[in-house]
């Protein structure tokens, strides 16, 4: 192909270019044209193009997520914010915990494994490129229904790319979630976590400073994998007749990445880096755009220089390729050699391509000719700024009026007793342990809880026993019935979670899944979650540290429900005092904390016996999560609490079952005052949990609870082989064990 040098496109301003295939709209690419004052060379337009896409440049939903930095509240924990590869925060002893979200949707769907496997890998770059040592993995998941013969293709795919990532990686997978729904049949949602730690002044940024010093890219060579995966994969739907993007998934080398990882660590501990950018998503017109818009000067790139497991690559796809397992620094002069030294000893791949300049420009030759020349922030920082139309739907008002009120409750014992079984073993309540199980989750040896735990717990000082919590939730049900609402159901339910294992909640990631910002109505669903999960985060002194935004998740027209996913990360004193969720000695009190409703609007029970999604979502009480998480971290810090469940999806009887068949003891329960049994085991009433103390630690905890004025009742006891509700059923462990534990491996034999 003859090259599309700089100087060649200023002499030929009318020559033919296909922006539209690369996903840029007219308008986008008369902006270009007039950033450079003439058409884009190859090279540029393929730059502009990933990253202007949706996926990097956020430009339909930046002008809602500015309100995470307006509104977020004043705290000494956050020591990185947003706006770098991660977020940091300060959880002390001179320790700093980095941690984030993304989404691996798309691709995941395309090709399960490497979808789903390249999405682990990327966030655990991410994390690495902040100047820590990854330490855990999360991986929230949704797919369609799951008795769908699709889901049988995507789901166990998508699973075990998770777990042969992170088991090769040597990181425990320690939460996350599976949730069936069939709006997600075409669109599933794969997001990824990772958490890492290091010590202050060993936080490293993305920027590329220092005239002279040397651009080094190192790791993986650069393949035809991944080609336009952000441009024309994340940032588009699927049409009605399926997939046909395989070629743009990207190919992952756990191996090679483990290798990354320490040879990254040993770089940082003899300081040889002063920037540093993992080359993810835009590949590497991402990290040099981004490394030298936020620096102090210019760049210099030979692409040529760039080592290649495939020789008839363009420049534009070098330039495209999203190959994994890839860094790019910045290292002073006198310390390459060092650099180098040290990456052959790992045996990973780096080759000086460039260096820093003093002047403005990001410049990019190919065998000697200049085939980019352009202000690098309009690259990285300066894209397309859309206010997208958003209006309320049409249908949000009839939704919201088709309350839950309406459905047939059961009529006796017998009945009731047979829709516990039902919800129970449903799919969405059933056990996970078909999935975390290929996971492992104990590896490093510092996991101290897992799933099925409310949050997964990690020790990050063995000497102090210092920890980190972190949990992640999202209920789209309840966002599609009020957005608003659901997202900050959503964060109440990751603090809480947290809160329950006796972490004090510091800090918020996020991963916003939503339909097609064309669409007027996905567009108002997103403002409102967006609004929703600021002002809940200012309420709860959380601040959002970083995240990702995901759009275009339908097929045709068909949207998936609003799934704001929110990860809380929170620090423990002490692992060894954090709180299970196992009722594990016969004679324990079990307390039901909070305030009970009739509230079943997108609860486990509307969906499971009614096939039912209408009504409005429970109400939201912050100051109330705020009381309720005070009362589990004080409970677990002075040993008044054996074991804490949040209640949540399910209700009530749902949390008492995990519990017990987690412990392996029954419960004798009896229904307060003031409740009838239906409402006391379902309800999905938010800000309440369920605990159980030693009869010797009641009258201090219940005290507690009546000073603060947070709603204790005794509900029960900890005995016996069944859950018994007294006056209605019976059940024992034996038939509830069968039913939660037999649904998943039955639909995906």
């Known amino acids: 192909m003859s090259l599309d040098t700089v100087k060649h496109a200023a002499e030929t301003p009318d020559a033919a270019q296909p922006w539209k295939e690369l996903g840029l709209k007219e308008d986008e690419y008369e902006r270009i044209r007039e950033i450079l004052d003439r058409r884009p060379t190859g090279a540029e337009l393929a730059m502009y193009s990933v990253m202007w896409s949706e996926h990097c440049s956020y430009k339909s939903s930046k002008v809602h997520l500015k309100q995470f930095g307006e509104k977020a509240p004043q705290t000494d924990a956050l020591l990185v914010g947003i706006g770098e590869n991660a977020g940091v925060v300060d959880v002390g002893q001179g320790y700093a915990v980095t941690f984030k979200i993304e989404s691996h949707n798309h691709p995941s769907y395309i090709e399960p494994y490497q979808g789903a496997a390249t999405g682990v890998g990327g966030i655990v770059r991410d994390i690495l490129a902040m100047g820590a040592r990854p330490v855990a993995v999360m ?41 069936f729904d069939p709006c997600y049949q075409g669109n599933p949602l794969v997001n990824a976590l990772c958490v890492g730690v290091m010590k202050h002044e060993d936080i490293h940024l993305a920027k590329a400073s220092g005239a002279g010093n040397k651009v080094i890219l190192y790791g993986a060579r650069t393949g035809g994998d991944g080609i336009g995966g952000v441009s024309v994969l994340a940032s588009e739907t699927f049409d009605a007749t399926g997939p046909s993007r395989r070629p743009a998934v990207q190919v992952g080398d756990p191996f090679q990445e483990k290798l990354l990882i320490e040879c990254t660590l040993k770089l940082f501990a003899e300081k040889l880096v002063t920037g540093i950018q993992d080359l993810g998503g835009a590949g590497l017109s991402c990290a040099t755009s981004e490394l030298a818009s936020a620096g102090s000067g210019g760049m210099r790139v030979e692409l040529d220089t760039v080592p ?26 006198d310390k390459v050699d060092r650099f180098l030294e040290i990456c052959e000893k790992w045996d990973v791949i780096a080759t000086v ?21 352009v202000p690098p922030r309009s690259v990285a920082h300066e894209g397309p700024t859309y206010h997208r139309p958003y209006a309320r739907p049409d249908w949000q008002d009839a939704l919201q009026a088709d309350s839950a009120d309406k459905l047939a409750r059961p009529a006796d014992g017998d009945e009731l007793r047979a829709q516990v079984l039902r919800v129970v073993s449903s799919p969405n309540q059933a056990s996970k342990a078909w999935v975390t199980d290929q996971y492992d989750r104990f590896v490093q040896g510092n996991t101290v809880l897992a799933q099925p735990e409310d949050s997964g717990v990690v020790r990050i000082d063995p000497g102090t026993n210092l920890g980190v919590a972190l949990a992640t939730d999202g209920n789209g049900r309840f966002a599609k019935l009020d957005p608003y609402t659901g997202a900050q159901l959503a964060l109440a339910e990751a603090y809480r979670n947290v809160a329950a294992t006796g972490a004090k909640p510091l800090a918020v990631s996020d991963c916003l899944n939503f339909g097609s910002p064309e669409d007027p109505a996905v567009m108002w669903q997103f403002a409102e979650a967006t609004r929703g999960l600021a002002d809940g985060c200012l309420a709860l002194g959380t601040p959002v540290t970083g995240g990702n935004v995901s759009l275009y998740n339908q097929t045709g027209d068909a949207a998936i429900h609003p799934t704001p996913v929110v990860a809380v990360l929170g620090v423990i004193d002490d692992v060894t005092r954090r709180t299970p969720m196992a009722f594990a000695e016969q004679g324990q009190l079990l307390l039901l904390l909070g305030d009970t409703r009739p509230e079943f609007g997108g609860s486990a029970w509307s969906q499971v016996v009614h096939d039912h999604l209408g009504g409005l979502p429970p109400v939201v009480d912050l100051e109330r999560e705020r009381l309720l998480a005070e009362i589990l971290i004080s409970g677990s810090r002075d040993g008044m609490i054996d074991a804490a469940h949040d209640l949540s999806d399910g209700g009530l009887v749902q949390a008492v079952t995990e519990s017990c068949l987690r412990g392996g003891h029954g419960a004798r329960l009896v229904v307060p005052d003031g409740l009838d049994a239906f409402t006391f085991l379902f309800s999905e009433s938010a800000g309440r949990a369920v605990v159980a103390v030693p009869r010797s630690e009641e009258l201090r905890f219940t005290d507690m609870c009546g000073a603060r004025g947070l709603p204790v009742a005794r509900i029960g006891v900890v005995d016996g082989d069944a859950v018994e509700v007294q006056g209605e059923f019976a059940i024992p462990l034996a038939e509830l064990r069968a039913g939660y534990e037999g649904t998943i491996p039955g639909l995906l034999a």
């Open 139 to 179: 991986d929230p998941l949704r797919f369609g229904a799951a008795d769908h013969p699709d889901t049988k293709r995507v789901l166990p795919g998508v699973v075990a790319g998770v777990g042969g990532y992170g088991n090769c990686l040597g990181l425990p997978n320690i939460g996350g979630e599976v949730v």
């Open 308 to 333: 290649l497991r495939d020789a008839t690559l363009s420049p534009e796809e070098i330039l495209m390729s999203e190959s994994q397992e890839r860094m790019c620094a910045i290292v002073e002069p």
């Open 353 to 373: 391509i460039g260096e820093v300049t003093e002047g403005t420009r990001l410049e990019i030759f190919w065998h000697g000719e200049q085939i980019v020349d």
